[in-house]
């Protein structure tokens, strides 16, 4: 399957890379697979794909918890980079150009205190909402890159039971 191919399919758009490396066709090997079902766990298990609903959690250490995505990104990186190259240019860009961006914006607000207006609380939340649901696709496309079940399935599925 080529590279965009897997970008498009999990919904993750509007990322400025190289055509060449688009149009690659990637077949993962056993070290990126592995790198993903790191990944995609440390993923699923934070606010970071989870609902926040309105009375619950803490908007500061959501977005501490998004940005430590950079440190367990960078651990994979350093353990696996070498031996997942196509992984770790997917990280990499998903780091620098769809959370970067997030957690740089919301730290300066954190900084200087904006965190505690209402109407401030209000926009952090709907903007981790938008990061989240991005981070939903990333996150189902590397199950499919590690070669397993999408967990996320299995509770939507069983929220609609309810």
Known sequence: M???DWFENWGITGLKISAGFMQ????PKPEEE????ELYIELITRVATQPLGKDQGDEAAALKSIFSLFEVTRNLLKEKGRKAEVFSKIAVVILNQKIRPFTATWHKRVLDNNLEKPED????????IQIQNMLRGYAAMLAKV???EDFQMLEQGALQEL
């Open 2 to 4: 080529k590279i965009q």
């Open 24 to 27: 690659m066709e990637w077949q």
């Open 34 to 37: 592995q790198a993903a079902w």
């Open 121 to 128: 609380k209000a926009l952090f939340r709907n903007e981790l």
């Open 146 to 148: 590690a070669g397993v």
